[in-house]
């Protein structure tokens, strides 16, 4: 059997031998919009939950937007104009809109990459600015939420008089799903507050996972920072399996965002009936698999189906190597999972990136790694708690010869753009 996996932007190929048994995990991706601009447009006019965008717009002076960074296939460049426009014909001058890329932690957009995020006659036109979260000077403090979370987001957000998020919705390893409340709430939040965020606090809860919505105590968490940082409006959308627009969901946060998820959900969920011994999966393809960092969750969706004890392969691009210096500096200084978590739970403060080093270490916790990434150095293979191999191919020929007879494979080609389950299991619903 022959299946092609989503790799950077070309895509990889593999085979598996007949003596397998061999499923196929494929996300009910729904059909692009045959008019995305006018679903767009009739969604800002008519929202879920809220009056339309142009309305909100009337009598405010400013309006600040935040659009996803580049590690994310966010349509910002289709969704973008129509928005601008509506802020526009609600008395808004082009002056008063800032677009903001939500970086998070992450570095600041290049200039090449703005193009590519937002487009030229964006940059032409308005404002656009990186959020830095290491930058404390420039994040409004806004108190501490109900279980002690600094609340610090990006100044030029909350300065503005009307605050709205563009996104779209996947299931999200610690989230449940993306979109929405997330945006601003870690996108543009200070460095303390994504620290506190993604301390073990959250990531080690059994709720804090794939699918898990709305009784998630992360999501709860985010929901309570965003009604702080008085999120106004947002413009989600559901993704194609070409990246394209399959509907779009914008309106009140908090209304919009769980129609959304409602939606997402039943595209997404795949299901196997028993765990399998090996499961084949990758990070999505560009510009997900960029970076190990990001590849990670990848490997957290193949966990929720792989048998205790059996092994989940890798296969990610990684061209910009393992990811920034404190989650490199994190992979190089654990010799194993163990250590690792064994640290972190007596650890007082929280380093920068080490929660994706601790869902990592959690999901090895359950099941061997293996990896195909060869964008990672070869002096940071050996940092994985795994084999890393030199092609696909020989990984998958390793890997199916150590299954058991009458074994199970699964292969998820789309890697955390599918919901996998086990049949049978309950994930929190709305």
């Not at 903001?100 to 600041?108: D, K």
Request: aromatic share 6%; charged share 25%; hydrophobic share 40%.
């Amino acid at each position: 059997m022959r299946i092609r996996l989503a790799f950077d932007k070309t895509g990889k190929e593999i085979e598996l031998p007949d003596s397998v048994s061999t499923q196929v995990l494929e996300p009910r991706f729904a059909d692009s919009l045959p008019d995305e601009g006018g679903a767009i447009a009739a969604a800002l006019d008519h929202p879920i939950g809220s009056p339309s965008l142009t309305d909100l717009a009337r009598g405010k002076k400013s309006a600040a937007i935040a659009v996803c960074d580049i590690t994310r296939p966010a349509p910002n460049r289709v969704v973008l104009p129509h928005v601008t426009a509506a802020l526009e014909r609600g008395g808004i001058p082009r002056s008063g809109i800032r677009i903001l890329i939500a970086t998070g932690l992450h570095r600041e957009a290049t200039p090449a990459e703005l193009q590519e995020i937002v487009g030229p006659e964006m940059l032409a036109r308005y404002s656009v600015d990186s959020h830095r979260a290491r930058v404390e000077a420039e994040q409004s403090h806004l108190g501490e939420t109900k279980s002690g979370t600094p609340v610090y987001t990006d100044r030029r957000m909350i300065e503005a008089d009307l605050h709205i998020t563009l996104g779209f919705i996947e299931p999200h390893l610690m989230a449940g799903f993306s979109g929405g409340r997330k945006v601003l709430s870690i996108g543009l939040a200070g460095e303390k507050t994504i620290k506190r965020l993604h301390s073990p606090l959250f990531m080690r809860d059994r709720q804090a996972t794939e699918g898990s919505f709305p009784d998630n105590p992360l999501h709860r968490e985010l929901l309570e920072i965003a009604a702080k940082a008085r999120h106004d409006f947002m413009v989600d959308v559901a993704l194609t399996r070409t990246r394209g627009i399959a509907a779009v969901f914008a309106g009140d946060p908090l209304k919009a965002h769980a129609a959304g998820v409602e939606f997402v959900r039943e595209t997404t969920l795949a299901g196997v009936d028993e765990p399998a011994d090996l499961v084949i999966t990758t990070s999505g393809g560009y510009p997900l698999d960029l970076t190990f960092y990001q590849a990670v969750k990848g490997i957290t969706a193949a966990a929720h189906v792989v048998k205790p004890g059996g092994t989940i392969l890798l296969v990610a691009a990684c061209t910009e190597g393992v990811g920034g210096p404190e989650f490199r500096g994190i992979m190089r200084g654990s010799t194993d999972w163990k250590m690792l978590l064994r640290e972190l739970e007596t650890k007082p403060t929280v380093t920068v990136d080490q929660w994706q080093a601790e869902k990592l270490a959690m999901v090895a916790e359950k099941a061997k790694l293996a990896y195909y990434v060869p964008g990672v150095p070869a002096e940071d293979r050996r940092n994985l708690w795994g084999p890393a191999y030199d092609t696909p191919q020989e990984a998958v020929d390793a890997l199916v010869a150590a299954v058991p007879h009458r074994g199970q494979v699964v292969v998820i080609p789309e890697g955390p753009y599918v919901f996998s389950q086990l049949a049978g299991t309950a994930v929190a619903a709305g």
